[in-house]
């Protein structure tokens, strides 16, 4: 019962993300590779194409692969998934737990989730960034040049943004210029220099 | 019923032209629920995105429910939580039916090797500047690097060893803290106070 298994899937992912945003990408990124909703390398394609559309990321991957597997009906339930644990807490602190979260069991819990949610945080990026450049388990590992020259570009822009320029990257803007930059490198590689791509 | 249709209204927005999530919602949202419609102080805007932290689930749907259930009680929060997301299902939906054939075309993965990239430049930038604002004592930062280093070395080597149980273990680490912290605060306190007894004595 494919619906059911989405619904109660993403209701768990609902109740352990602590911290929004990139916080449930290790959650997510286990739960949609152990029932084979997606490919390690689709998903994340998937974060890069949440990251340049509005909403919430934990959102949006509930309603693709809720679509995926169940059409409409599987991303309604999957969406319901995912929003139904937040509503159902927040309503009931918001209306009769009121001093919940100054319960000092409370307060310990949460102080002891923010380090490890941080942990887990930089572990997503920076293991995003060996699979990126090639790596795919401990005996294989085929350098991609292409990535690695793109990587090295996008940094340097986010270095002289952030601290020459002392601004705030625009995080819309950063992804259409990463697009660009990855075709310009790629078609350059394979057509200019007769490299292959990989 | 017309303060229903404001708030769906208001929330829509807030869902279709935020990009990058909870976070980046805390500006508009307080524009939007203090400034424009006046529904809340912004004390009560500083004590929803206080919950919303440290409660489980995304960012913004945690302070929609929160800032409707305000306004407007039960029904409140359904709107609000309703509508902040149906931009962004719709929106989803609509690429999950063509998004396989398009990552198929060759120009879609260059600019994907690109994307990802960033991406992973984004997720590390973000856990740099959560970095900044964390507590730097002894427990959090071991906490932190102990889970960084133990979660990057068993994804490279395919150990699975779930999410899930570093934030269970996280959390039991903090409870024994507190209760530890309590502990010795109280006994401190007797200690305390059994000098004042003496010394009056």
Redesign the interface.
């Known amino acids: 019962m494919i619906y059911l298994l989405l619904l109660l899937e993403f209701m768990k992912i609902?109740?352990?993300?602590?911290?929004?945003?990139?916080a449930?990408?290790?959650?997510v990124k286990?739960t949609v590779l152990t029932h084979n909703w997606m490919s390690e390398s689709?998903f994340?394609?998937?974060?890069?194409?949440c990251?340049?559309?509005?909403?919430?990321?934990?959102?949006?991957i509930a309603?693709?692969v809720g679509?995926?597997q169940g059409g409409?009906l599987g991303?309604i339930v999957a969406?319901i998934g995912?929003?139904l644990?937040?509503?159902i807490?927040?309503?009931l602190?918001?209306?009769i737990l009121k001093h919940f979260?100054k319960n000092?069991?409370v307060?310990?819990?949460?102080?002891?989730?923010?380090?490890?949610?941080?942990?887990?945080?930089?572990?997503?990026?920076?293991?995003?960034?060996?699979k990126?450049i090639g790596?795919e388990?401990?005996t294989t590992f085929h350098i991609?040049y292409?990535?690695l020259i793109?990587?090295g570009i996008?940094?340097l822009i986010?270095i002289i943004w952030?601290y020459g320029f002392k601004k705030k990257m625009n995080?819309?803007v950063?992804?259409l210029?990463?697009?660009?930059?990855?075709?310009g490198?790629?078609?350059l590689m394979k057509y200019g220099f007769g490299l292959s791509?990989q | 019923m017309r303060t229903l249709l404001v708030l769906f209204l208001a929330f829509l927005k807030l869902g279709a032209f935020t990009f990058g999530g909870g976070y980046a919602m805390i500006p508009e949202i307080k524009a939007t629920v203090v400034e424009k419609y006046h529904w809340l102080t912004d004390d009560e805007i500083l004590e929803v995105i206080a919950i919303a932290e440290s409660t489980p689930g995304p960012m913004a749907i945690n302070m929609a429910t929160f800032v409707g259930y305000k306004i407007k009680g039960f029904f409140g929060s359904l709107v609000a939580t309703l509508s902040v997301s149906l931009p962004s299902f719709i929106i989803i939906f609509v690429i999950s039916l063509f998004l396989q054939q398009f990552l198929a075309l060759e120009y879609v993965t260059y600019a994907f090797v690109g994307i990802n990239a960033a991406v992973a430049i984004l997720i590390i930038f973000a856990g740099l500047d959560m970095i900044k604002k964390m507590k730097k004592t002894l427990l959090p930062v071991t906490l932190m690097i102990l889970t960084l280093g133990l979660s990057i070395l068993f994804d490279v080597l395919d150990i699975p060893f779930s999410a899930i149980y570093y934030i269970l273990i996280g959390g039991f680490i903090g409870i024994l803290l507190s209760l530890y912290r309590y502990h010795v605060t109280k006994k401190n306190k007797a200690i305390l106070l059994e000098g004042l007894l003496e010394e009056e004595n």
Do not use: H, W
């Open positions: 609902g109740v352990f993300t602590f911290g929004g945003g990139y449930m990408i290790p959650i286990e689709e994340y394609d998937f974060i890069g194409v990251e340049s559309t509005p909403g919430p990321i934990a959102v949006n309603t693709y679509s995926t409409i991303s969406t995912i929003i644990p937040s509503f807490i927040i309503l602190i918001a209306s979260l000092k069991y307060q310990g819990f949460l102080s002891g989730i923010k380090p490890v949610v941080l942990g887990l945080i930089l572990s997503a990026g920076i293991t995003l960034f060996l990126n790596y388990n401990s991609s292409a990535s793109c990587f996008l940094l986010m952030r995080t819309v950063f992804i210029l990463s697009a660009a930059i990855g075709i490198v790629c078609a791509i």
